[in-house]
């Protein structure tokens, strides 16, 4: 059995490897690491008005796959799981892996739904909601399969051909405002993915070139205001770091922040 070591904030297992557990070891983040998590905004996003410091827990996908599955289906007969969080802070790759987690429960990888795909250019930043719910979520309600046209964002339109969405236990909808306070009451868990907005900033332009910084930079600052209003990340169940300075194995496990 290992154990969290406070002065180094990494996982004492005993052995070479990573420890295999499902239950979460809180992990007290020492001064040095502690400065990583001192972004005035992010805090404040993170801990409004406690004045706590912030926890890392190191958790495994399986055991939250296996809460997924507990939880009520409250989208028609579909547990909905929303991924938001800002541009660049890991919302796609924690989809993915949850959904891979949620994989072998279910017999079959629940469906994945990414925002990006349904928004009509960057100036449909948040309106683009009525096109997810008129063709996916509404249908799922109803017990029906849904469907939904990707955007192409080389040809700067739709494409012709529809993307189908099953009626399943489980569907992930991932991307910028996916948890709007809007479809909280229908949601069985909503995810707030951070990083710190400097290395967002950077992975973006790693992605899609430096071509697209003045775009960017009007997104980040509508995502900003959307948070602010929505309150996205207080009412989240989990908030996670897409950006963790803590040794752990990524496929199989997320640093869960409190």
Known sequence: MGHADPATGTIDTGQQGYRDFDEP????????????FGHAPREAALN??????????VEAYAGLARRVLAGPARLGRTRLVAVDGPSGAGKSRFAARLADALAGPLGGRPPVVHTDDLLD?????????PRLDEGVLAPLRVGEPG???RYSWVRQCFLPRPVSVPVAPVLVVEGVSAARAVVRPEL???VFVTAPASLRLARAVARDGPEILPELRRWHDGERAHFAVDETATHADLLVDGAPTLP???DRYYVRLR
Do not use: N
Not at 25 to 36: D, F, G, M, R, S
Not at 121 to 129: E, L
């Open 188 to 190: 069985t868990l909503a």
């Open 48 to 57: 409004p008005g406690t004045g706590r410091p912030t926890v890392a827990v």
């Open 248 to 250: 752990y194995d990524a």
């Open 25 to 36: 070891e809180p992990i007290t983040l020492p001064p040095a690491v502690a400065a990583y």
């Open 121 to 129: 250019g960057w100036d449909d930043q948040v309106t683009f909601w």
């Open 147 to 149: 469907a939904y046209r």
